[in-house]
């Protein structure tokens, strides 16, 4: 059994590292800005600490009596007038000081996928600047890269229940995405298993245009797919730099960017996208349900 910190508890990755922790005995110690966010969850931790990781003060002491600690820390759209540095990199930073002043053991961080080769993207390179400060740090550390989330490519789901997918090129490029209970066990694994840098895949590969089908499949929806030439998306980029603010700009360009590169990790879990597709499905018809319940 080891004393864990787990900060970014209520976040999708997150809530499922402290049921992961918690299944296998492990002490948990989650630290939030909002406690009830926890509960809105059902997420369940030993321990939980009230703060801004954001504000150094805010957590003095939060890693006292910790063997661990798991960061999934970070932001995809940027809000409360927060940039990328200010939390994927100085708010770790803020964390990785409390570990070190405490005697923490080891420092597990979750990354992104190819992030060393995307340092010229705004949102890779604040992550990347704390990975350079985490491994001079004296601390056993890993660093967790996983691929796309499932919750990411619900974005194809959005678009195909709204009736058409937008696809960039050709929509051949492939990637294995993972769900967040498959790559929570994977985080959990690292604690006693790795030391260095681990990239992380979901057990399948496939197209976009394999993922567009899909989620039409699922839906019943007849299959409308729109493919976007690389050019309207380089020209969309430059576009919005010059006219647009990091908050706006800083998603399309990390979006934009990995959609029109092959993004393969090695494979763990068993998740089936498919089955996250039909569980969005499910759980969309059932507030249909009680909303046209709620009406009568």
């Given amino acids: 059994m080891k004393n864990v910190l787990l900060a970014g508890a209520t976040g999708y990755l997150g809530g499922y590292i402290a049921k992961e922790l918690r299944r296998r005995g492990h002490h948990c110690r989650a630290i939030v800005r909002n406690p009830q966010a926890l509960d809105r969850k059902?997420?369940?931790?030993?321990?939980?600490?009230?703060?801004?990781?954001?504000?150094?003060?805010?957590?003095?002491?939060?890693?006292?009596?910790?063997?661990?600690?798991?960061?999934?820390?970070?932001?995809?759209?940027?809000?409360?007038?927060?940039?990328?540095?200010?939390?994927?990199?100085?708010?770790?930073?803020?964390?990785?000081?409390?570990?070190?002043?405490?005697?923490?053991?080891?420092?597990?961080?979750?990354?992104?996928?190819?992030?060393?080769?995307?340092?010229?993207?705004?949102?890779?390179?604040?992550?990347?600047?704390?990975?350079?400060?985490?491994?001079?740090?004296?601390?056993?550390?890993?660093?967790?890269?996983?691929?796309?989330?499932?919750?990411?490519?619900?974005?194809?789901?959005?678009?195909?229940?709204?009736?058409?997918?937008?696809?960039?090129?050709?929509?051949?490029?492939t990637s294995n995405p993972i769900h967040g209970e498959d790559l929570a066990k994977v985080c959990v694994d690292a604690i006693d298993e790795c030391d260095g840098e681990l990239e992380v895949g979901g057990p399948q590969v496939l197209s976009q245009n394999e993922i567009a089908m899909m989620a039409f499949e699922v839906l019943g929806r007849e299959p409308k797919i729109t493919y976007i030439p690389q050019w309207v998306a380089n020209l969309t980029l430059k576009v919005a730099r010059t006219f647009a603010g990091i908050r706006i700009y800083g998603p399309i360009e990390f979006f934009l960017t990995v959609m029109s590169m092959e993004m393969l990790a090695p494979k763990y879990g068993n998740h089936s996208l498919r089955a996250y597709f039909s569980a969005l499905r499910d759980a969309e018809s059932s507030v249909a349900v009680f909303q046209n319940g709620k009406e009568e």
């Avoid at 997420?43 to 504000?55: K, N, R, Y």
């Avoid at 661990?68 to 927060?82: A, E, P």
């Avoid at 994927?88 to 005697?103: H, I, K, P």
């Avoid at 058409?164 to 490029?173: E, P």
């Fill in 42 to 173: 059902q997420v369940e931790v030993d321990e939980v600490i009230q703060a801004e990781v954001t504000i150094p003060k805010s957590i003095a002491g939060c890693c006292e009596g910790m063997d661990v600690v798991i960061s999934t820390v970070g932001i995809t759209r940027q809000k409360d007038g927060l940039t990328y540095m200010d939390v994927d990199y100085q708010a770790n930073m803020n964390l990785l000081e409390e570990a070190r002043r405490s005697g923490v053991k080891k420092f597990v961080y979750v990354s992104v996928l190819n992030g060393n080769k995307l340092r010229h993207l705004k949102i890779c390179d604040a992550k990347e600047r704390f990975v350079d400060e985490l491994k001079g740090s004296g601390l056993d550390v890993c660093v967790v890269r996983p691929n796309g989330f499932f919750s990411d490519v619900a974005e194809f789901f959005d678009m195909a229940n709204k009736g058409r997918i937008y696809l960039l090129g050709h929509g051949k490029l």
